[in-house]
């Protein structure tokens, strides 16, 4: 049933035309226009999605379609969120105003489609307080939703992962003589750990521990670096490194290892367990993300990758807010193409990176790295940095 209503993208349910069905890739277009739209206007909008089983017959489904076109209004959207899950766009409409709106449409539903769950998402996602409202409508008969960003967050294929995870391990097994020199180089440049890990955010706000070569000595200070990155969300300047002045807290491999980005090689095993992928925006810390505005932490909706759109278009001549929008834009637009495109783009940035920080070249942009790659005060392999 869903397969032959998204033939076309959108197929009208009633004989007037004013409403429709989108496909699931129209939908999700449309859900994350209507978050930007929140985002400028600070107006609430609310989505209801009901769980169709699909052993249920084409006519049963059809029925619903037309009794939930006859109760929402011209403004309103529908459309698949996935296999299954038919959604309701309710812009403009409150948490309270979203459970109104199904505790009056479920005793209609109910006599045309059995539903195994229905969730109601609100954004922006309402208070502790006003939560009560879903939560007394959870326990008679809906299940409520977590958060939005469940929604919007958009994985690769299961064949994509596997693959990437292939050519993660694969490059781990052909890089580890690489590996070992570099392990050598940091031993004999700086004692304590090699590898260290920090916390990031991933997709959908889940938190992970990244993998690093260390580069910076034991117990090095962060607090400069940190104000500069706050410096750098806060002011539309360029995403310059300290580091590249000269940082005294860089043990001497450190600066080739932070030049060259070997220093991130080691997240070929957050690849490796899926936290990350090859291609993917740059993984925030906790501490970035509170100063990220409402429209900015839509780069959540996908899984952080080694390098990216914006590594390879200029990284450190481009400010914050060019950052963000070209995380949003490879989040738009993404493919396999795109991401292949990327990755073979990112060795020559890299080279160019490295001629340009030894050899004053004006290359174009920096690859793979952070901007403010803070691994200082490290203990038994973790870091406090702060990028």
Excluded at 69 to 95: Q, Y
């Amino acid at each position: 049933m869903q397969q032959r209503l998204q033939t076309n993208g959108i197929r009208h349910l009633d004989s007037s035309g004013q409403q429709g069905v989108f496909c699931e890739k129209t939908f999700r277009f449309v859900l994350r226009r209507e978050r930007s739209r929140s985002d400028r206007t600070r107006r609430p909008f609310s989505l209801i999605v009901l769980h169709v089983p699909g052993r249920q017959r084409k006519n049963s489904h059809l029925r619903l379609l037309n009794v939930l076109a006859r109760r929402i209004r011209i403004m309103d959207v529908i459309g698949w969120v996935g296999p299954g899950s038919l959604g309701v766009l309710l812009p403009e409409t409150s948490a309270d105003d979203g459970v109104r709106f199904l505790e009056k449409t479920i005793p209609l539903i109910s006599h045309v489609e059995s539903c195994s769950d229905i969730n109601i998402y609100t954004y922006p996602e309402p208070s502790e307080s006003d939560q009560n409202p879903i939560r007394r409508l959870a326990e008679r008969s809906a299940g409520a939703g977590s958060s939005l960003s469940e929604i919007l967050a958009e994985s690769p294929s299961l064949p994509l992962r596997l693959f990437e995870r292939a050519v993660a391990g694969v490059a781990l097994l052909v890089l580890s003589p690489l590996f070992l020199i570099i392990v050598l180089s940091i031993k004999v440049s700086s004692p304590g750990p090699v590898f260290f890990r920090q916390e990031r955010v991933g997709q959908k706000g889940n938190p992970f521990y990244c993998y690093k070569f260390r580069t910076m000595r034991l117990l090095s200070k962060t607090e400069v670096h940190e104000e500069y990155f706050s410096y750098l969300i806060q002011n539309p300047v360029p995403m310059k490194k300290l580091d590249n002045s000269g940082d005294p807290r860089i043990f001497p491999a450190g600066h080739f290892l932070r030049a060259s980005s070997l220093d991130e090689l080691p997240q070929l095993f957050n690849i490796l367990k899926g936290e990350m992928r090859l291609v993917g925006p740059r993984p925030c810390t906790p501490g970035e993300l509170e100063h990220y505005l409402p429209w900015q932490r839509a780069r959540l909706d996908a899984l952080p990758g080694l390098t990216g759109l914006w590594q390879v278009s200029g990284k450190n001549k481009t400010t914050f807010d060019e950052m963000i929008r070209l995380d949003l834009r490879y989040i738009r637009d993404r493919s396999v193409v795109m991401d292949f495109g990327i990755i073979l783009k990112t060795i020559p940035v890299v080279i160019g990176l490295f001629v340009e920080q030894h050899f004053g070249a004006d290359a174009a942009a920096e690859p793979l790295g952070d901007m403010s790659n803070i691994d200082g005060g490290h203990r038994a392999g973790n870091a406090v940095e702060t990028s």
